[in-house]
């Protein structure tokens, strides 16, 4: 399969920068900042346990994708590689939903900025009347103006935040661990680490269940290296491995940092209901374990999560929308414009831009607090991108299993078991929420409607699309 060299992209990472991108856009700091406690909540101080089923999920959903990156390498990611095996009108879907995630994670990071940034303002007494839209808006402006610029820039700076912000938090495990050790724990603290790794009496299989599903959403994003398949050197080797590593990677930093969560707090009935109750885990333990100056580092360390997370979003969305456009509008409309200076997607980067901001500034003349204004989007964001995925599987069961090369049989269970976690994680983000979290699903069937349209409604550029990824892929399967 031949590796698209046209359209102005120059292909000039790594293997490390292109990692960046995924690790960015799952935001570790920011997820181990929220997303034990919803888990605390349900399967009290098993959430250990939680993650590990998570981690098991992804890795299942993460095999069919690198496996097919293997062989396609382009910009639009899922769109490429779902329509290099199911063909024009599934990959354009595809590539749809992966747009309208990058569009809503874009929004909510930025929001996230302005979240953490207030809290890191109050926590350290320079002031607790800030308003969040502000800085969201402050760190929308930097974002376009780093993702206008060089793509190595951009990545290397991902790679620097996000290892700024993983390291204050490895710090405060190492410290929890060590006092845990040495029996210097908080005054009335029990903590036992077999309780950590065993299911409270009563328990229901489907709150493990439910439990891990908040863990797999922890993930959300790891395939954002695959839209840098026409900026990386040998991406047919280097994309699939920060694919696949990428939450492979993220799995282990997240078990530890949550087994220390889960022990900082104690297993016994006080810790798990501390531990549940909390807005700010990381910040709390930091309290109780080093001092509020580790809690004012790490609130500062989790806006630097985010504002890379918006920025990774940002990035790989540009590319997303830079490759659709491409093949379906022709290589002179003002979405495929290429900086020449800097070689980024600019045309497309500034829809993306204005999208957030118009989402943001949306948000906030609603009354959206900060926090809503993260979990709103982020959540539409997720669901879209659970459609996706769920293609981009279907797809490599057909073209892996049932093409010209067959992949040994006993490797589909990779792919069905993968699908049917993602299944299930959809299926518990609608049934019984309350609105206006059970209205998200039918705004992402709007969002899909939309596409399903185009693509029924031009057929041209159907055709288009199927001949452009032809003579960039080989030959796919007919739309």
Not at 451 to 469: W, Y
Request: hydrophobic share 55%.
């Amino acid at each position: 399969m031949s590796t698209p060299g046209s359209g102005g992209l120059r292909r000039e990472l790594h293997f490390w920068e292109a990692i960046a991108l995924s690790i960015a856009i799952m935001a570790p700091t920011a997820a181990m900042a929220l997303n034990g406690v919803g888990i605390a909540g349900l399967i009290g101080r098993a959430v250990p346990l939680a993650f590990l089923f998570a981690l098991v999920g992804v890795l299942l959903v993460a095999w069919g994708i690198a496996q097919l990156a293997r062989e396609v390498s382009h910009a639009g990611s899922v769109y490429a590689l779902t329509g290099f095996t199911l063909g024009a009108r599934a990959g354009f879907l595809a590539g749809w939903a992966l747009l309208g995630t990058y569009l809503c994670f874009t929004v909510a990071s930025s929001a996230e900025v302005g979240l953490f940034f207030t809290s890191f303002l109050a926590s350290t007494g320079i002031t607790d009347s800030a308003d969040w839209i502000w800085i969201a808006l402050v760190s929308a402006a930097l974002i376009t103006l780093i993702a206008a610029g060089d793509i190595r820039v951009a990545t290397r700076s991902l790679l620097t935040m996000e290892g700024f912000s993983v390291t204050l938090i490895v710090i405060l495990v190492v410290v929890i661990f060590a006092r845990l050790l040495g029996g210097s724990s908080p005054s009335g603290h029990a903590a036992s680490l077999a309780d950590a790794f065993s299911l409270p009496s009563g328990t229901s299989l489907d709150a493990i269940a439910t439990a891990s599903v908040f863990g797999f959403l922890s993930f959300a994003g790891f395939e954002g290296a695959a839209s840098l398949g026409e900026e990386t050197a040998e991406p047919r080797r280097n994309i699939p491995r920060a694919v696949f590593l990428a939450p492979l990677m993220l799995g282990i930093f997240y078990f530890f940092c949550i087994l220390a969560q889960t022990l900082g707090f104690g297993t016994d009935g006080a810790g798990v209901k501390a531990f549940a109750g909390s807005s700010s885990p990381l910040g709390d333990l930091s309290r109780i374990y080093v001092g509020s100056f580790l809690e004012d580092l790490i609130n500062f360390g989790a806006t630097i999560s985010a504002f890379a997370s918006a920025l990774g979003t940002a990035t790989a969305g540009s590319r997303v929308l830079f490759a659709m456009s491409r093949d379906s509008l022709g290589e002179r409309h003002p979405l495929v414009r290429i900086s020449l200076r800097s070689g980024a997607p600019v045309g497309a980067l500034a829809v993306v831009m204005l999208v957030g901001l118009g989402g943001l500034i949306g948000q906030r003349l609603a009354g959206t607090n900060a926090v809503n204004a993260f979990f709103y989007p982020g959540t539409i964001g997720v669901l879209s991108l659970m459609v996706a995925y769920i293609a981009t599987n279907i797809g490599a069961i057909r073209h892996l299993f049932l093409g010209v090369v067959r992949r040994p049989l006993w490797q589909i269970v990779f792919p069905v078991v993968g699908i049917a976690f993602l299944c299930f994680t959809i299926y518990k983000n609608v049934k019984g929420t309350s609105a206006p979290y059970s209205h998200f699903p039918w705004y992402v069937l709007a969002w899909l409607a939309v596409g399903t349209v185009f693509v029924i409604a031009a057929p041209r550029v159907v055709r288009r699309i199927g001949e452009r990824l032809t003579g960039e892929l080989g030959e796919p399967p007919p739309p």
